[in-house]
């Protein structure tokens, strides 16, 4: 049976330590311009406009790297978008459209379970967006974020899209380099520090946390951009977090020695990103901080939704306002 039900983060709990350990995701089949395999021999499947079709959360970090790329690369005519609603209970996501969500016009789903059971009857993992669904086969390409950023990064530049390049050649281990770094001790590591049942294991993640916002401060002392002269999935990657970490990860995560406005440059960053093509549509503050502070009920437990805090940037996101739920 699919497990639908709210994993915190996305992760697992070590029992052991107190802290939590991400999963792999189940579905890893690769779109390229020709349908040839994919970098490490995946199953391919040939770009084409129209026949894929993006599951989404606005709130989930690791869903928003997805639209931003979709964006950049101008695929918003060859690939349809499903969102999911903000809130995450017993059910997992589900396809309510009261928050904001707008239901899931492909095949009338309550629930994002039920589309990983379409394509895998026999599926046991976790239930997760983002999802990229091939419409000609009726199944799931690909429920990993990484990979997918990166199909859409190359496979459609023949069919018309914008020709950005967000992981070239040149710099490759320098972006994989940052993306390790960032991965483990920023992207999860809120995750780590908020979902720790351990002392330790929440002072683990905290200090490396804020070790590496410390040193990607550093990074960017005279540069716009973390591995080059020019926009890369790095800071995509990194700007996911960033845009929630204030709103968010510093108070309901207990990431709590310093906010991103606190930091010059990351915060520079992060306003650099949002002021790209199409990236301020894809902010939504509201979806951001009803999904963590009414969904995550252990931490909690009132579900009540913070009015604040005041983001200089948030009124030019497409949440519009302060995310007020």
């Known amino acids: 049976m699919i497990d639908g039900r709210w994993h915190p983060g996305e992760v697992t709990e070590d029992s052991k330590s107190g802290g939590y350990k991400r999963k792999d995701s189940g579905f890893r089949d690769w779109v390229t311009a020709d349908g040839g395999p994919g970098p490490d021999g995946q199953s391919g499947r040939p770009a084409a406009a129209g026949r894929y079709h993006l ?14 790329v979709r964006a950049l690369k101008e695929l918003e005519d060859m690939i349809g978008v499903s969102v999911v609603d903000p809130v995450m209970r017993e059910d997992g996501w589900t396809f309510g459209t009261d928050r904001g ?14 589309l990983y059971s379409r ?11 983002p999802v990229l669904w091939d419409r000609e086969t009726d199944t799931i390409v690909s429920n990993e974020s990484a990979e997918i950023v990166r199909m859409l990064n190359t496979a459609f530049d023949g069919l018309g899209a914008q020709r950005l390049d967000l992981y070239p050649e040149a710099l490759r281990e320098r972006i994989d380099a940052v993306n390790a770094r960032v991965y483990a001790t920023v992207n999860n590591g809120v995750y780590r520090a908020g979902f720790a049942t351990s002392k330790a294991a929440y002072e683990e993640a905290f200090t490396e946390l804020f070790a590496s916002l410390d040193w990607l401060e550093d990074e960017l002392d005279g540069r716009d951009w973390l591995t080059g002269d020019a926009l890369s999935e790095a800071d995509i990657r990194l700007f996911t977090t960033l845009v929630r970490f204030d709103a968010v990860y510093h108070g309901h995560f207990k990431c709590n ?41 252990d931490l909690n437990p009132t579900g009540i939704v913070p009015m604040g805090p005041a983001l200089p940037w948030a009124d030019r996101t497409g949440g519009g306002d302060q995310g007020l739920a």
């Open 101 to 114: 969500g707008t239901g899931d016009p492909l095949h009338g789903a309550r629930f994002l379970h039920q």
């Open 257 to 297: 020695l310093r906010r991103i406005a606190d930091y010059p440059r990351l915060q520079a960053l992060l306003e650099r990103v949002l002021d790209l093509g199409g990236v301020s549509d894809t902010v939504h503050l509201d979806h951001i901080k009803t999904h963590y502070y009414a969904s995550h009920r």
């Open 119 to 129: 394509s895998r009857p026999d599926y046991s993992g976790k239930v997760t967006v």
């Open 55 to 68: 599951y989404v959360s606005y709130a989930c970090p690791w869903a928003h790297r997805t639209l931003i």
